[in-house]
């Protein structure tokens, strides 16, 4: 494995080769490569683009080149770059391979799909293309082909970190938990400094109610967190996190290294406006039958539609729920973004317009950060699928109250706080109430006595708060606890 000192006295060497010659298409296609290595993206394509005005067929600046482009979020660029290669040559597996990377980003798929088989049939155990198509495939939610690419990528390169904390994921999301824990666990073996990976392993074992070894687990994570390594998931932190700061850190962190603000933003004139209403716009992958819009379908029908616009901008899918259709009938307009990039998403809600632009997801579900690090409108705000700071400095605002958001805590807030009088929280006064009503023994539940209940999921149980459980139960005779069964593993463990 090399070391950035590595790449430092590499890319030291190559200068002192241009300073000899300084159009050495090697050299300086070399040192472009370095600099990709140490994160220096915009040198490595000043200099690719120079390789190329001296030698138009460098191949290998344009692998490079392309491979920079992708870091800086020019998607449409860094796929130009990998088409040059495989137009001067089709034999070419990582240009290929580097197409259906940059498809990917532009989330075309099955074109990403068509690139990745084309390098594997040139090169079958070329695992990065395992892994492109594993997170097309991941995407697409054709989740048993996904964990096929991945074994594909692992039977190549079984230290593949990247391919065993894809399938970890995979597997949480199915339910899979001991099986997650397995791939997090191969992770931390292969690379203990594997971005967040900690807190991958320690959220999956909150899920599965695994509390062995947590309190160990958790102070390496804390200082981690408040050091500001890339060590813990900002979602996955909320359920442990005891301090204000190190959730704000811990967000801080979690934007800078999953939505950094592009460093190019564009900047388009917006046609002339046609009305003079306010145009609110919401962003949200949850816009079905989900808790999220299970809350909010009642907000978007009381907004005032003589001084409001209001645009639904949709990550995620139409259910054909009651809900969902509820809300589409609440908009003035409802645009998918799913399939677009993220540069191409901020330009859609651009040219509609939006004067206040809301996150309903945060680091939540089927959110879209990084359309937001864009700055797609100019007033940005973060309110109520994720209950914390985004950490991030293009979001403008976050909606909340004075009982979750005391004032005295606002320093450890990003954004500024707007405060609504009551609860932050809204709710659906038009929600219909079921009518069905089941008795005791249909629940499984003794006749007598009395239930406590905590139907959250289970990661949000910790060890203290089971303890006072256990505690109520023994003084209060003949009480029982019913708890959501979460997953088997979950149920079992506590």
């Known amino acids: 494995m090399h070391t950035s000192k590595d790449y430092e006295q590499a890319l030291d060497t190559f200068n002192r080769i241009i300073q000899r010659a300084e159009n050495n298409v090697q050299a300086l296609s070399n040192k472009a490569q370095c600099l990709n290595e140490l994160g220096r993206f915009q040198e490595s394509v000043d200099i690719c683009n120079k390789v190329l005005s001296l030698d138009r067929f460098k191949l290998d600046a344009y692998l490079a080149r392309g491979a920079a482009l992708l870091e800086l979020d020019?998607?449409?660029?860094?796929?130009?770059?990998?088409?040059?290669?495989v137009a001067y040559n089709q034999g070419h597996a990582l240009g290929w391979c580097g197409m259906g990377n940059a498809l990917y980003r532009l989330k075309r798929y099955a074109e990403a799909l068509t690139a990745y088989s084309k390098a594997?049939?040139?090169k079958s155990d070329l695992e990065n293309a395992w892994l492109g198509r594993g997170n097309a495939l991941s995407d697409l939610k054709r989740h048993d082909e996904t964990l096929i690419a991945y074994e594909k990528a692992l039977s190549v390169k079984p230290d593949l970190a990247e391919a065993w904390c894809a399938r970890g994921v995979i597997f949480s999301s199915s339910g899979r938990g001991a099986e997650a824990l397995d791939a997090f666990s191969k992770v931390r073996a292969i690379n203990p400094h594997f971005p967040f990976i900690g807190g991958f392993y320690i959220h999956q074992k909150?899920?599965?109610?695994?509390w062995s070894d947590l309190d160990r687990l958790f102070r390496l994570m804390e200082d981690d967190v408040l050091s500001g390594k890339?060590?813990?998931?900002?979602?996955?932190?909320q359920g442990l996190a005891v301090s204000e700061q190190s959730l704000q850190r811990c967000a801080q962190t979690w934007n800078k290294f999953k939505f950094h603000q592009p460093e190019i933003i564009r900047k388009r004139q917006p046609e002339k406006r046609t009305a003079d209403k306010i145009r609110i716009g919401y962003v949200s992958g949850e816009f079905r039958a989900q808790a999220t819009s299970s809350l909010i379908a009642g907000l978007f029908e009381a907004h005032d539609k003589s001084k409001f616009e209001i645009m639904?901008?949709?990550?995620?899918?139409?259910?054909?729920?009651?809900v969902r259709a509820r809300i589409d009938n609440a908009m003035n307009k409802m645009i998918d973004i799913r399939r677009a990039d993220d540069g191409a998403a901020a330009a859609i809600i651009h040219d509609q317009q939006i004067d206040v632009l809301v996150n309903?997801?945060?680091?939540f579900g089927e959110g879209r950060s990084r359309v937001f690090a864009y700055k797609a409108a100019p007033i940005q705000v973060n309110y109520l699928g994720f209950p914390g700071t985004l950490g991030a400095d293009y979001i403008d605002y976050i909606?909340?109250?004075?009982?979750?958001?005391?004032?005295?805590?606002?320093?450890?807030?990003?954004e500024k706080v707007v405060y609504l009088p009551h609860t932050y929280q809204v709710n659906d006064r038009n929600k219909v109430i079921g009518q069905l009503s089941y008795s005791r023994s249909e629940t499984n539940l003794p006749l007598r006595g009395f239930v406590?209940?905590?139907?959250?999921n289970a990661y949000k149980i910790t060890p203290s708060t089971f303890a006072s459980w256990m505690t109520m139960l023994k003084r209060v005779p003949d009480s029982v606890l019913w708890l959501l069964e979460d997953s088997d593993l979950a149920k079992q463990n506590l």
């Open 120 to 122: 594997l049939s040139i």
């Open 399 to 414: 909606v909340a109250d004075k009982c979750v958001l005391p004032p005295e805590n606002k320093a450890f807030y990003d």
């Open 74 to 85: 020019e998607n449409e660029e860094a796929l130009s770059s990998y088409q040059n290669i």
């Open 206 to 210: 909150m899920l599965c109610c695994d």
């Open 452 to 456: 406590f209940c905590c139907f959250n």
């Open 230 to 237: 890339p060590a813990a998931m900002s979602f996955g932190w």
């Open 312 to 322: 639904g901008f949709d990550n995620g899918w139409d259910d054909s729920s009651v």
């Open 360 to 363: 309903l997801n945060g680091y």
